[in-house]
């Protein structure tokens, strides 16, 4: 069963649709990711446009993103304090990245850019995962070694304008999360991420939050920085299909509710493993289809050979 997307302007299987949907939404309860780094390369995989498959990501992570954050809210992991720096810088990097989206578009080079995006941050992101995850099994194994110190302090720490964030207990330079949140608005915008992937390791390792309120705070600047930049991309670029995103959102929905039963079943070294193969699986077949020869030629000359 086919339908025809509008603004894709391709006709696709419904259940093909839900699958990817579901797959990708079983990934994201089973290894506690948005899935939107791996949601967006797949879509491209099909056969959907790149810019597309963007701005129609971007308008996925903001309904899957809305309960996780609610639920945090109401538990009290949330920084609010923190997450409204986040979601200032946020906002500012993802305008600019919409901005470079439509130049990009304009001069032809967005599908490029896009897919050397991805070779790129997925590259780095699932070879540091898969080094992060073996050290782990070979620590579970290793009772005697020694743990490592997750927040140190560095020279930008001593930035200006400081302020005081009660709820993660920090006394840092505004600047921090201000820088972190527009660097993810701005990839949030070119690649059609949450972002989260490179957020909530920078909310540990750089700004020193705690573990207990990363999560809910990183959902929190996530939610509003994906409907601004989906509210964006459907105005300036066009590039929203809603039909689209709605079977993804349908199938990540059951999907997710799946992931999370299985999820607490596996051992969680052995998850990171498997997730960061995933990932730069994903990463070598991008890589594999920018150098390869297309299978289809042509040239461009004046009929009649004049």
């Known amino acids: 069963m086919h339908v025809y997307l509008p603004i894709a302007e391709i006709s696709v299987n419904i259940f093909v649709l ?30 959907i ?4 498959a963007v701005g129609t990501e971007a308008n996925q992570i903001v309904a899957s993103s809305v309960s996780g954050a609610l639920a945090h809210f109401r538990r009290g992991n949330v920084d609010l304090k923190m997450g409204t720096m986040l979601l200032l810088g946020g906002i500012i990097g993802s305008t600019f990245g919409v901005w470079l989206f439509k130049w990009l578009s304009a001069l032809g080079q ?23 995850s073996v050290k782990a099994i070979r620590q579970t194994r290793s009772p005697t070694a020694g743990r490592r110190k997750l927040h140190e302090h560095r020279w930008f720490h001593g930035l200006p304008f400081k302020m005081r964030f009660r709820r993660s207990k920090l006394y840092i330079s505004a600047l921090l999360p201000l820088a972190v949140g527009a660097l993810v608005g701005i990839l949030a915008a070119i690649m059609g991420v949450g972002g989260g992937f490179i957020m909530v390791p920078a909310m540990i390792y750089v700004l020193g939050m705690p573990t207990s ?19 964006l991309q459907a105005y300036q670029n066009q590039t929203v299909d809603l039909l ?63």
């Open 18 to 47: 839900l699958g990817l949907g579901a797959g990708v939404g079983m990934m994201s309860g089973i290894f506690g990711v948005g899935g939107g780094f791996l949601m967006t390369p797949l879509l491209i995989f099909m056969g």
């Open 49 to 52: 446009p790149a810019p597309v």
């Open 110 to 132: 967005i599908e490029l850019v896009i897919r050397l995006a991805y070779v790129l941050f997925l590259g780095i992101i699932g070879s540091l995962m898969m080094i992060e």
């Open 213 to 231: 309120v990363v999560i809910g705070t990183s959902l929190f600047q996530i939610v509003f920085v994906t409907a601004n930049v989906t509210f």
């Open 244 to 306: 689209l995103g709605l079977f993804l959102i349908v199938g990540g929905v059951i999907g997710a509710q799946v992931g999370t039963r299985v999820g607490a079943k596996l051992p969680g070294e052995k998850m990171r493993f498997l997730l960061a193969a995933m990932v730069v699986g994903v990463c070598i077949k991008m890589m594999v289809d920018l150098v390869s020869t297309p299978a289809d030629f042509y040239s461009i000359a004046l009929a009649g050979g004049h």
